[in-house]
T-cell receptor
Framework: AQKITQTQPGMFVQEKEAVTLDCTYD???????LFWYKQPSSGEMIFLIY??????QNATEGRYSLNFQKARKSANLVISASQLGDSAMYFC???????????FGTGTSLTVIP | DTEVTQTPKHLVMGMTNKKSLKCEQH?????MYWYKQKAKKPPELMFV???????INESVPSRFSPECPNSSLLNLHLHALQPEDSALYLC??????????????FGPGTRLTVL
């Protein structure tokens, strides 16, 4: 069975500071994909970043980077230079080798303080 | 075009009404999804269509009826809903699985209120 755990229900960060959102996962699949999504109060789920289980390097997309530690089964999202517009819910998700199902964590609510 | 569209944006309906939610994508994706989401909670998977065939039904009550008329369209027919069905309904699409880890693209959602 696949499981995603996000242990931080809410986080606060000062504007322009960096913040790390935690995500751990559990799977018996040897091959899988890990994703982070942002959901502002408007409701739309926005894809941020992807990490494949066999990728040798940590993924980066602009101010977003993924700290992937395969042995620890963790895939933490790092947001650098936080902006007020980063205030949102953030969901970590995983997709296994077969099938079409995505498994979501419970989410972290991030608030950026001016 | 990396867009998934959903209509309507908002819907208010009584418990005896019949309504439909619509979703469309033109990215050539062959997997399409319906999710239900309550505030501050993760999306809950309802249905998955793969190559226009229903592949996953997460024990959803029969008052929700999905339909995939073609590879670009996905509908969710609603009938005799309950107030607890009020939620944000998200449609998503992706390439099918089998070693393919492309992300899901989500639509903006339909905010449904059942009175």
């Amino acid at each position: 069975a696949q499981k995603i755990t996000q242990t931080q229900p809410g986080m606060f960060v000062q504007e322009k500071e960096a913040v790390t959102l935690d995500c751990t996962y559990d799977t018996s699949d040897p091959s899988y994909g890990l994703f982070w999504y942002k959901q502002p109060s408007s409701g739309e789920m926005i894809f941020l970043i992807y990490q494949g289980s066999y990728d040798q390097q940590n993924a980066t997309e602009g101010r977003y980077s993924l700290n992937f530690q395969k042995a620890r089964k963790s895939a933490n999202l790092v947001i650098s230079a936080s902006q007020l517009g980063d205030s949102a819910m953030y969901f970590c998700a995983m997709r296994g080798r077969v099938g079409n199902q995505f498994y979501f964590g419970t989410g972290t609510s991030l608030t950026v303080i001016p | 075009d990396t867009e998934v569209t959903q209509t309507p944006k908002h819907l208010v309906m009584g418990m005896t009404n019949k309504k439909s939610l619509k979703c469309e994508q033109h990215m050539g994706h062959r997997a399409m999804y319906w999710y239900k989401q309550k505030a501050k909670k993760p999306p809950e998977l309802m249905f998955v269509y793969s190559y226009e065939k229903l592949s996953i039904n997460e024990s959803v009550p029969s008052r929700f009826s999905p339909e995939c008329p073609n590879s670009s369209l996905l509908n969710l027919h609603l009938h005799a809903l309950q107030p607890e069905d009020s939620a944000l309904y998200l449609c998503a699409s992706s390439q099918p699985g089998g070693g393919n880890y492309n992300e899901q693209f989500f639509g903006p959602g339909t905010r449904l209120t059942v009175l």
